[in-house]
């Protein structure tokens, strides 16, 4: 009797001592305040709804986080948004204010001039406060050379690169033996510039026999009626195009390709939302894009939960605003993993801790590479198809279209060398 008392006391002492634990836990988190993240990324201008739709993915997986228990004890995530203007000048200024903040993480997607310039100012603060380091996590920015010799340890990229996307484009191609002339329309800068050299060199490589009939280069954010570059291409009777063109340089060139009646098919980066699917209008059958998940794979590979996530969003930011940056959920869950490992808000720790870091995701597990900090993850290439056909069960932006996957090819398949060289604290 005396040794069951003695451990129910044992027992009940236990109790209370986790409660008052978890108690000072959570009002130490409570005492420390949120973990700030900067969005750095156009909210206003030519590319302002680019901006805006990548705000909106990280505010609701930040909410999705949260509910969920934060980070670090029980700490809250909390984004703070500063607009780059698509200006580098401008982005180093906001990137300057949010390190005065005390904001130790810093996410952007748009303009590789940006991201070298968020990069220069990172490395240079970071070497005159070592106890006071900045994160910059790239969910969008993907020229090739970042994270090969410009690589950089507190650079980490979410999003594959150019060649690992342009490889996926050409292998649908080359399946494709109706195929047999090829156009490349891009935006006039170093990311264009990068599609276009790929495109060339791959094509070469896996299809010989394809002639490249255009290779056109254009201002970025400049151009208001593609309807000359549409008839070029239409002249040409090119049987497909490759474009890297993203926010309005795509729905822009979208708009006049239906506009003219263009029959050529388009494989795209970011033709897959952000008004590209709603500015195709006949032209989307025969539109294409490569992306590492589309909402219709919850139907293909039989992912409910996926589909209630997916439709949750659609419930907060309306059918116009489609989920579609699937790589600022994994950012966040494999940033909060880190800080976890971690133990507490450092970034050089951080870094360390996502280094080599293989992340479960519900497609497949993703894995960030040490050596130059660029993610290898599942790549698919889709094709829009008729809603209500061939598991197309969500249509994009009320256009009654949506993307099926064509070929799938696995993130080990996609990892491709780096000259990176990188320099470690």
């Known amino acids: 009797m005396l040794r069951k008392v003695f451990l129910c006391v044992i027992a009940t002492l236990f109790i209370f001592s986790g409660i008052v634990a978890t108690g000072i836990n959570n009002a130490e988190a409570k005492e420390k305040g949120p973990v700030k993240i900067a969005f750095l990324d156009p909210l206003s201008g030519a590319f ?3 901006g805006d739709s990548g705000s909106r993915h990280f505010a609701f997986v930040t909410d999705k986080i949260n509910a969920e228990g934060g980070v670090l004890g029980g700490r809250k995530l909390e984004m703070v948004y500063f607009d780059s203007k698509l200006s580098p000048k401008e982005s180093v200024i ?4 949010a390190i005065n903040q005390g904001i130790r993480f810093v996410v952007h997607g748009n303009m590789t001039s ?6 220069s100012t990172i490395s240079k603060h970071n070497r005159r406060n070592p106890d006071k380091t900045i994160m910059y996590l790239n969910y969008s920015a993907v020229t090739p050379s970042l994270t090969q010799k410009k690589c950089n340890f507190w650079h980490f990229r979410f999003d594959s690169h150019v060649d690992i996307k342009v490889k996926a484009i050409v292998g649908a191609i080359a399946q494709d033996r109706s195929i047999k002339k090829v156009y490349l329309i891009n935006q006039n800068y170093s990311f264009g510039k990068s599609v276009s050299s790929a495109a060339k060199r791959m094509l070469k490589v896996e299809r010989p026999d394809i002639k490249i009939v255009g290779d056109t280069f254009h201002s970025i954010g400049k151009v208001k009626d593609f309807s000359a570059y549409v008839a070029r291409i239409k002249k040409s009777k090119a049987d497909a195009v490759i474009t890297g063109n993203w926010g309005s340089d795509m729905t822009l060139l979208a708009k006049s390709a239906s506009e003219i009646g263009l029959k050529s098919k388009f494989f795209t980066f970011y033709a897959g939302a952000l008004g590209g699917p709603s500015a195709m209008g006949k032209a989307i059958n025969g539109l294409n894009v490569v992306v590492e998940w589309h909402p219709n794979l919850a139907v293909e590979v039989k992912r409910p939960s996926d589909g209630e996530f997916y439709e949750k969003y659609l419930a907060k930011n309306g059918v116009k605003k489609p989920f579609y940056y699937y790589r600022v959920k994994v950012m966040l869950e494999m940033l909060v993993r ?3 490992i971690a133990g507490k808000e450092d970034p050089r720790l951080i870094a360390y801790a996502l280094e080599n870091m293989r992340h479960p995701t519900v497609y497949g597990e993703v894995y960030m590479r040490g050596q130059d900090h660029q993610i290898f993850t599942p790549l698919y290439v889709a094709e829009f198809a008729r809603k209500g056909t061939n598991n197309v069960k969500y249509g994009i ?5 949506g993307p099926k996957t064509i070929t799938r090819i696995e993130a080990k398949d996609t990892e491709l060398p780096s000259s990176c060289k990188m320099k470690r604290p």
């Open 338 to 340: 880190a800080m976890n």
């Open 397 to 401: 932006e009320g256009s009654g279209y």
């Open 114 to 119: 940006i991201s070298a310039a968020i990069i």
């Open 48 to 50: 302002g709804d680019v």
């Open 94 to 97: 906001q990137l300057k204010n």
